[in-house]
DNA sequence: TTGCAATAGTTTCGACTCGATACTAATAGT
DNA sequence: ACTATTAGTATCGAGTCGAAACTATTGCAA
C-alpha cells in the first residue's frame, strides 16, 4: 500500500466522524458536548473531572470547562465537589445524559449493518491504530480499571491498590485515568 | 460482535478524527478548513463549489461559504467565476494551499507505520462502512471520474459523454460530483 | 511555619464553526 | 413573461478552539 491508500484512510476516518457529527449538530447537542458525554459514561467516578476530559480528548482544561458549563445549563450532567480536595470537580450523567448518549445515529446505524467478519477485523485495525497514534502523541491510553496493575480481583468486583478503594462489578470495566497495563 | 463493540468502535473512529483535529488546529488552520482544501485536492474541475462541498461534508451553503472566505483571505484558495453560469464559483488551491495538505499530521505518520495487511483491512471496511453510512443517509458517493458510466477512455486521458469535455489523464481519477457508477 | 510552586478549575479573548433564516442574482421551465 | 429553482452570501446566536491571565487550594521544603 501506497502514501496515496495512506491519505485516503486518513480521509475516510475524518469523513466518516464528520458525517456522524453532523447528525449530531441536529439535536440540542453539538460533537463536543457528545464526546463530552459519552466519555463520562465510559470512566468511573475517580476520572470524570475537567483535566481527565481535556487529557483523553487532546484538548485544554479551558475549553472542557466551558463545554461542561453548556452541559450543566442544559442538564445533562451534574456537578459533584469533592470535599476531600477542594479544587477538584467530578461530573456525573443526569438520566437525560443517559438518554442522549443512547439515542439513536448515523455511525452507530451503519457500523450494526455491517458484515460480522469485517466488523471484527475493522475493530482490530482501528485499536492497532489507536494504539499507534497515542504512542506517537506520547498521550496516556486511558485503559480500563481491571487492566490495571493497581487491580485486584475480589468476589463482588474488585479493588484499587493504588487509591485503596472497593470497587463495584460495573466499575472494573470502566476507564480509569490512573490506570497503568498490568 | 455485539451491542457494546459498536459503541466502542464508533467511539474509537471519532476518538482518532478527534486526535487528528487537535493537531490541525495548531497550525492556522482548523479542521474544518482542512477538510476543505482535502476536498479541493481531491475534486475535479467540475465540483469544486461550495454547493458541492457543503454536500460532500454533509453541511451547509451557508457554512462553506464561510469557510472559503476565510481561506481565501489567508491565502489558501483563489476564486474563479464561471463565465457560463454567472452564479457558479469554482475554487482552486494555492501553492500554500498544496502545501498545507501535505504537512505531516498525526493520524497520517500513525497509519504510515501500520502493518500492511492490519492497514489493507483497516482501509477495506472503512470503505465498506463508508458506502452503508451514505446509503443510509441518502448522500451521493462522489465516486472518482473514471468509474462513471459518462465515462470514455482516450488514448490520452478521457472524456465525460454528459458535459462533453475531454480529460487529463490526472483528472480522471478526482472525484466529480456528477458521477453515477459505471 | 512560612513561603512558594504545582495543581484544579474558571474566565476572557478573538477567530471561527454550526444550522437557520433571510436575502440577491442568475438561470430554467412553463 | 412569469415563476420556480439554483448558486451563493450575510447575519444571527450558541458554542468551540487554543492561549493567556486569573483564583483557590494543596503539597513540599527550608
Given at each position: 500500500?501506497?502514501?496515496?491508500?495512506?491519505?485516503?484512510?486518513?480521509?475516510?476516518?475524518?469523513?466518516?466522524?464528520?458525517?456522524?457529527?453532523?447528525?449530531?449538530?441536529?439535536?440540542?447537542?453539538?460533537?463536543?458536548?457528545?464526546?463530552?458525554?459519552?466519555?463520562?459514561?465510559?470512566?468511573?467516578?475517580?476520572?470524570?473531572?475537567?483535566?481527565?476530559?481535556?487529557?483523553?480528548?487532546?484538548?485544554t482544561?479551558g475549553t472542557?470547562?466551558?463545554?461542561?458549563?453548556?452541559?450543566?445549563?442544559?442538564?445533562?450532567?451534574?456537578?459533584?465537589?469533592?470535599?476531600?480536595?477542594?479544587?477538584?470537580?467530578?461530573?456525573?450523567?443526569?438520566?437525560?445524559?443517559?438518554?442522549?448518549?443512547?439515542?439513536?445515529?448515523?455511525?452507530?446505524?451503519?457500523?450494526?449493518?455491517?458484515?460480522?467478519?469485517?466488523?471484527?477485523?475493522?475493530?482490530?485495525?482501528?485499536?492497532?491504530?489507536?494504539?499507534?497514534?497515542?504512542?506517537?502523541?506520547?498521550?496516556?491510553?486511558?485503559?480500563?480499571?481491571?487492566?490495571?496493575?493497581?487491580?485486584?480481583?475480589?468476589?463482588?468486583?474488585?479493588?484499587?491498590?493504588?487509591?485503596?478503594?472497593?470497587?463495584?462489578?460495573?466499575?472494573?470495566?470502566?476507564?480509569?485515568?490512573?490506570?497503568?497495563?498490568?
Amino acid at each position: 500500500m501506497g502514501m496515496e491508500d495512506d491519505l485516503y484512510t486518513r480521509e475516510l476516518i475524518n469523513r466518516l466522524a464528520r458525517l456522524d457529527a453532523t447528525s449530531a449538530w441536529k439535536g440540542d447537542l453539538n460533537p463536543a458536548q457528545k464526546a463530552a458525554l459519552t466519555y463520562l459514561a465510559r470512566a468511573n467516578r475517580f476520572s470524570r473531572s475537567p483535566s481527565h476530559l481535556a487529557e483523553y480528548l487532546g484538548s485544554t482544561r479551558g475549553t472542557i470547562s466551558q463545554t461542561f458549563k453548556a452541559l450543566v445549563q442544559k442538564g445533562y450532567v451534574t456537578e459533584r465537589r469533592s470535599q476531600a480536595d477542594k479544587r477538584a470537580i467530578s461530573f456525573d450523567l443526569t438520566e437525560k445524559g443517559v438518554q442522549a448518549i443512547d439515542a439513536p445515529n448515523l455511525l452507530g446505524r451503519g457500523i450494526s449493518k455491517m458484515d460480522q467478519q469485517i466488523k471484527k477485523d475493522l475493530l482490530t485495525s482501528l485499536e492497532v491504530l489507536s494504539r499507534q497514534l497515542l504512542k506517537e502523541n506520547g498521550s496516556r491510553a486511558f485503559g480500563v480499571c481491571n487492566q490495571c496493575r493497581h487491580f485486584s480481583a475480589r468476589k463482588n468486583g474488585g479493588h484499587c491498590m493504588l487509591l485503596s478503594e472497593d470497587l463495584s462489578p460495573a466499575e472494573t470495566l470502566k476507564i480509569c485515568h490512573e490506570q497503568e497495563a498490568a
